[in-house]
């Protein structure tokens, strides 16, 4: 019996080992990675080193992690999408007792039992054979890393993790910091405060961007951020030639994380092809998405629900993950930006504002469409969304005729357009609008109850938001799928879904 047992085992395992699983064929190629890091050696100052350390993984239950998300940096520049990693990217090439080298990569490091729980690993080889890197080393090695920090004029590193206090992450991160005498922790107020002031240089809002940051040390206990001179000096006299001093003083020797935010943010605002195709699938499928949940949208739906259809579709099409925790309020629930509790159990007859769309291979489109859960807007609904929906128009339109982003931005009810890309709200450094980046156009009304207004428009939320591929003289809307126009969306929300049929036991009480 036990001989049987043992004989069909080994024959059900010849089979598992020999048969193929069929995957998907579209990833980013080592070679988009490699061009990536040599991109980024061309912008790094001389004799630089940048290193780029694995996102930590989260705890989600006893036992259980949340589902491990890349570090969408340590992604760009290498494919690898583990965790408890650190990547060294040289500007000019090394040499030393390995050999020479311009880039030095440590992974995670095999282990077959905690592959038969969690996952497979590329280990080292894997990451050789399949990334594509030759100086490739188990994280635990960092600790001989052959690298003297002291030599080099700059060490550009983001933000160190600074709620990371055991495992694999922590020692590398400990590691790092002796190795390069890193002792102090980066303060983030001041890293965002400059980063605002540093990176989006236009004048039109300097005003306002002072004013939050002013709010923000006056709300702070934090002593170094409120007493930082700089910013002080600008609060105190807050005109362009001030602002322009200062942002020569943050730019003439910027922080490390400040300069990995701008040489990262100067690469990854501008797509590349690859990057290109991958966007229109991830905006194409969740336009698909849309289309489809307002085929099915019903009074009798719950909010979950809807985000449940949301997610089969862009899972049917392989996309990963959601981009960003899915938005689906009705009603009074749309006027709160980012409501993610979708709890409503039934959406009656109201407006249901739904900002929802998928992470494709890493690139997440960003799609929101405000449809009536009974297929008709009424009087009060539709004048609201025809607003939002000409002044959406009234930018793409524009897109067309300016590059400035200040101009379009006077366009926006909320202000809100960004780059999308391996990050929902995508890295940006540059204010202009140029050929190949993908942005955002979303405006939106939102009147909340008790708002100074008749009644009649309380509790009212619109937004309308589309993904935008700037061309050399015109922006594409690659997310035009999913209808926006008032009688596409009735007429759409009017047509039979086969979701429609699908009905499931209730559950006994
Ligand atoms: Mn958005």
Redesign the pocket.
């Known amino acids: 019996m036990l001989r049987v047992f043992f004989l069909l085992s080994l024959a059900l395992y010849m089979q598992s080992a020999t048969a193929q699983n069929s995957l998907p064929t579209d990833y980013l190629t080592p070679a988009f990675h490699a061009n990536r890091r040599e991109a980024l050696r061309k912008i790094m100052p001389p004799n630089s080193v940048v290193v780029i350390f694995a996102y930590p993984e989260r705890v989600f239950s006893n036992d259980v992690n949340y589902i491990y998300h890349p570090n969408p940096d340590l992604y760009y520049f290498s494919g690898y999408k583990e965790p408890d990693a650190v990547l060294l990217i040289f500007k000019e090439p090394q040499q030393n007792d390995i050999g020479t080298y311009n880039e030095l990569f440590y992974v995670r490091k095999r282990n077959p039992f905690q592959e038969q729980w969690s996952g497979r690993r590329l280990g080292i080889e894997g990451v050789r054979k399949q990334l594509g890197f030759d100086q490739v080393y188990n994280s635990e090695d960092f600790k001989n890393c052959p690298v003297d920090f002291s030599l080099f004029s700059k060490v550009i590193y983001d933000v160190l993790p600074d709620d990371v206090s055991a495992g694999t992450l922590s020692s590398l991160i400990q590691t790092f910091r002796e190795k390069a005498s890193i002792k102090a922790v980066d303060n983030r107020n001041i890293l965002d405060a400059y980063k605002r002031l540093a990176f989006s240089t236009n004048a039109s809002n300097l005003q306002s961007r002072i004013g939050r940051i002013n709010n923000a040390m006056k709300e702070t206990a934090d002593p170094e951020f409120r007493n930082d001179s700089l910013l002080l000096d600008l609060i105190q006299r807050p005109d362009s030639a001030m602002l322009s001093g200062v942002v020569h003083c943050i730019l003439g020797n910027p922080m490390p994380p400040l300069q990995f935010y701008q040489l990262t943010s100067l690469l990854r605002e501008i797509k590349q092809p690859e990057e290109i195709a991958m966007l229109r699938k991830s905006a194409f499928i969740s336009a698909v998405a849309h289309a489809e949940v307002m085929k099915a949208i019903h009074p009798d739906m719950s909010e979950s629900e809807l985000d449940g259809i949301f997610r089969y579709v862009h899972k049917k099409y392989g996309a990963e993950e959601e981009g960003y925790p899915p938005i689906v309020g009705t009603g009074a629930n749309g006027c709160i930006l980012h409501y993610i509790d979708n709890n409503v159990t039934q959406v009656d007859n109201q407006l249901v504002l739904m900002?929802v769309a998928s992470e494709y291979h890493g690139y997440t489109a960003?799609v929101?469409r405000t449809t009536p859960a009974n297929g008709k807007f009424t009087t009060e609904q539709k004048a609201i969304y025809q607003l939002v929906l000409d002044a959406q128009n009234e930018v793409m339109a524009k897109l067309g005729i300016t590059k400035k982003r200040e101009d379009v931005s006077l366009y926006y009810i909320h202000g809100?357009?960004?780059h999308?890309g391996l990050d929902?709200?995508d890295k940006s450094v540059t204010t202009t609008l140029k050929e190949n980046m993908v942005i955002?156009v979303?405006p939106g009304i939102y009147i909340p109850e008790g708002s100074p207004c008749d009644k009649k428009w309380w509790n009212l939320a619109v937004r309308i938001?589309d993904d935008i591929l700037i061309g050399k003289n015109q922006g594409e809307n690659i997310s035009s799928y999913a209808p926006r126009e008032i009688h596409e969306v009735e007429k759409l929300a009017a047509s039979k879904s086969v979701l429609n049929k699908f009905t499931l036991p209730p559950v006994k009480e």
């Open positions: 900002d960003d929101t809100c357009s960004h999308i929902v709200h955002t979303e938001e």
